[in-house]
Structure formats: C-alpha cells, structure tokens
C-alpha cells in the first residue's frame, strides 16, 4: 500500500511549513517534485531548498517533468481534465519506478494549501495504484496577503468570495460580496471592472525574497500594478500573485 500525503508548503518561504508538515517530509520514503521548464526552475529550486533543509538522508527526492495543456482545446475544463490525466500517468510512473514493491510513504510539496484552487486531490484521485491519501494544511496565498498587507480579510460580520481571473472577467463582481479575494488571474482581471470606489490590495512572490506589494484605490494603483506584474514576469520568467478588491457601502448597496 502506498502512503501519499499531499503538504501544503505556504507561499515559497521555507518558515511558512509546520512542524505537522517538516514531520511528514521527514517520515515520506519518496518526495516528487515538478519540474516546469527552464524559465520557471525557480518553483523546483524553492522546493529543492525546502527539502535540503527539513530532510535526513533517507528519504529520495525525485523530479518529474509537468506536461503542458495543450493549447488548441478551446473546451477549458476538458483541457484541464486531460492535462490532468497526463499528470496522474506521470505520477504513477515514477512512484512505480523509485517503488517498485508498490509500497512506502510518497510525498508531494504543494503550494499554498491543498484544498484551496488547487487540483493536487483530483490528480490524486485518478491513480491507479493501492493508496491511502491524507493531506498536511498549509498556509494559503489568501493568508500571506492579508498578513503582508496587515488587514483583515473581511469586514465585520460581511461575506468574502473568493473567485478566479476567469470568473471575474466573464461574470463581473460577485453578488451579495463587497470583498472579493482573485486568484488564478494571468490578464490582470481588476481592469474589467467599474474602479470607482474600489479598494485593491495586491501581491506578488508572497513570503519570498522577491515578495512585491501594492494598494490603493484601484483608479490609482491598477496602472502600477499592471506594469509593476510585466516587468517582474520579463524578469523572473513567471509569477505568481493574488489580490483582494473591496468595495465601499455605497457601491455594495448598488448606488455606484
């Protein structure tokens, strides 16, 4: 039977794991680590660094290289389901490989936390292999924003959304929500929207040495936040960012 625990590793930075986590990390026979291409060798690296320093030297540390999707699916989640499938056959592959007895404790370092717009369970879910699965919470992008910023994630007593890029643009501001939380948004998604009366705390490389950070009213800071997301993109080959739109009680009321 094999063991896959699936840790949830924080935002990037080795102090955001817990003890629950390193633990685990310690315990695994097997860690799998991705690895996405040259121009994102960061992700590996930070991994790799993680592992260097909560790891003994029993446990085996295995790359693997992460498909691409494939681009001319105009269907999205029938993209994503494929991409995923081709993931889990990969996965199966190398546990078989490094553990051909089909038995031992197999780790994956996920970012952020596994349950939070994260596929790591549904990849997980498709293995063919006699297994048992239980996750590690981690600290999540939502977390390392609020904290960077110093606010809270709600209002008193108000409901929070938390949405995708996608979402955003195809939808527009969630209903019954005046704070929404985005993720997943590679074209910068703020811009659809009406910015007047509209608060935007912004994060990038959260928890790292390259952590970028911006707020403001988002007539003011969506322009900075835009060409700050491009030149840090050019610069470090990928990114990876969050952030948190606010609206004020006249607009939350419909009168904006």
Request: glycine residues 8%; contains cysteine.
């Amino acid at each position: 039977m094999i063991e896959l625990t699936l840790i949830g590793i924080g935002t990037g930075n080795p102090d955001h794991l817990t003890l629950q986590a390193v633990a685990a990390m310690r315990a695994a026979d097997l860690i799998l680590i991705p690895h996405k291409g040259a121009d994102k060798d960061d992700l590996a690296g930070l991994r790799r660094a993680i592992c260097d320093r909560y790891l003994g030297a029993s446990t085996r540390v295995a790359l693997f290289d992460m498909p691409q999707r494939d681009p001319g699916d105009p269907d999205y989640h029938h993209r994503v389901n494929r991409w995923h499938d081709r993931i889990a056959a990969i996965w199966q592959d190398r546990i078989a490989a490094e553990l051909p007895l089909l038995s031992g404790k197999v780790a994956l370092l996920v970012w952020g936390d596994p349950s939070l717009y994260d596929s790591t369970l549904r990849i997980a879910g498709r293995l063919e292999l006699p297994l048992t699965t239980r996750v590690i919470p981690g600290i999540t992008a939502i977390q390392a924003l609020c904290a960077a910023h110093a606010i809270p994630l709600n209002r008193i007593g108000a409901p929070v959304q938390i949405t995708t890029g996608r979402q955003l643009r195809d939808h527009g501001w969630p209903e019954a929500a005046d704070t929404i939380v985005v993720m997943l948004d590679g074209e910068s998604s703020f811009q659809t929207l009406r910015p007047e009366g509209v608060q935007i705390w912004w994060g990038a490389y959260l928890g790292m040495a390259e952590e970028l950070l911006d707020h403001g009213p988002l007539p003011d800071a969506a322009p900075r936040i835009v060409a700050t997301r491009a030149a840090a993109r050019a610069a470090h080959g990928w990114i990876m960012d969050i952030y948190l739109l606010r609206r004020d009680r006249d607009q939350q009321a419909g009168r904006a």
